[in-house]
């Protein structure tokens, strides 16, 4: 998609700090980090945000659900951590490409804001 970040992002036209890499999802830090680790996890195709997610993606999500555990350990969250989407206005969305906040390395707080 011409205009996302995310999307320049996994095309590295923008820099990122990658911590996790394959042919279907891209994890790197997030560039104003809310906790010790904030990292984000996203899908390379571009997807707006949940409420886009199609019949077709069930594979890929799925795929991804299944590295989020791998990237936790690879980060040291051996204590816990949480997994976050924030989708449209009322979710605080800001960008529009379906990303998870994975945090860590600190108590979190609960409910969110
Ligand atoms: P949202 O509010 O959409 O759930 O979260 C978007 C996140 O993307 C924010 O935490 C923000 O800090 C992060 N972010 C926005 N632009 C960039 C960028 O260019 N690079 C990185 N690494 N993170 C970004
Ligand atoms: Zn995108």
Redesign the pocket.
Known sequence: MGDC??CK?VDKE?P??VVYEDDRILC???????APV?V?IIPKKHIASMDDVAEEDQDLLGYLMTKVKDIAAQLGLENGYRL???CGED??????HL?F?LLGKRKLTWPPG
Not at 91 to 96: I, L, M, R
Request: aromatic letters at 8%; zero cysteines; proline letters at 4%.
């Open positions: 970040i995310f992002i923008i990122s700090n790197f830090h997030d560039l104003e980090p809310k904030h984000l976050v989407n924030n979710g605080v969305q800001t960008v529009q990303h906040h």
